[in-house]
């Protein structure tokens, strides 16, 4: 079975500043990894996924990833937050032998202010 | 193309009764997933169909029911509410199952609200 740790429930941070959000995972098998994108009253979006090859991962509105298999952490990272990145952020993991179920971490609240 | 639709947005029910929530995937995906999120539990995975059939479940009591049909729109239904049912459901569809890491689009889900 495959788990996810979000530790940082909510990240304030200013505009124009760079911002981490912290995964880290727990498995017993090889997995695939997912971040995800909640705005207000919305569904989830994804931003960018790791299946396998380089372990720098890019997506969409400037995010991206770094897969540590050592570490066993996947961290989003952004270099220049807008206040429009204000959402929940959710990690997700996803074993990559049989059929498997997507695991989600508990979200991390994005808080960008002017 | 158009999204994953959830019908309705939202509900409110009392506890006893029963529910069913309907999800409508992206044209030509055969895969549909369904997931509860509250604050307290975050998102938990109820269960994945695929060509009509149950191909996987989570740890959720029997009360909790899907199906899918044959034009791969999928409802759950949740008997017998409590409160705790309370929460945000959310639907996703893709266009494989199995392994691979395949895309997941959500839906906007649907508030379920138990009184």
């Known amino acids: 079975a495959q788990s996810v740790t979000q530790l940082d429930s909510q990240v304030p941070v200013f505009e124009e500043a760079p911002v981490e959000l912290r995964c880290n995972y727990s498995?017993?098998?090889?997995?695939?990894l997912f971040w995800y994108v909640q705005y207000p009253n919305q569904g989830l979006q994804l931003l960018l996924k790791?299946?396998?090859?380089?372990?720098l991962v890019k997506g969409i509105n400037g995010f991206e990833a770094e897969f540590n298999k050592s570490q066993t952490s996947f961290h989003l990272r952004k270099p220049s937050v807008h206040i429009s990145d204000t959402a929940e952020y959710f990690c997700?993991?996803?074993?990559?032998?049989?059929?498997?179920?997507?695991?989600f971490g508990t979200g991390t609240r994005l808080l960008v202010s002017p | 193309k158009a999204g994953v639709t959830q019908t309705p947005r939202y509900l409110i029910k009392t506890r006893g009764q029963q529910v069913t929530l309907s999800c409508s995937p992206i044209?030509?995906?055969?895969?549909v997933s369904w997931y509860q999120q509250t604050p307290g539990q975050g998102l938990q995975f109820l269960f994945e169909?695929?060509?009509?059939?149950?191909?996987n479940k989570g740890n959720f009591p029997g009360r909790f029911s899907g199906r899918q049909f044959s034009n791969s729109r999928s409802e759950m239904n949740v008997s017998t509410l409590e409160l705790g049912d309370s929460a945000l459901y959310l639907c996703?569809?893709?266009?494989?199952?199995?392994?691979?890491?395949?895309?997941?689009?959500f839906g906007p889900g649907t508030r379920l609200t138990v009184t």
């Open positions: 996703a569809s893709s266009s494989t199952i199995g392994t691979g890491g395949y895309e997941q689009y």
């Open positions: 790791y299946l396998s090859g380089s372990t």
């Open positions: 169909y695929f060509s009509e059939t149950q191909r």
């Open positions: 044209s030509g995906h055969r895969s």
């Open positions: 997700a993991v996803k074993g990559n032998t049989g059929f498997q179920k997507l695991v």
């Open positions: 498995s017993s098998v090889s997995v695939y």
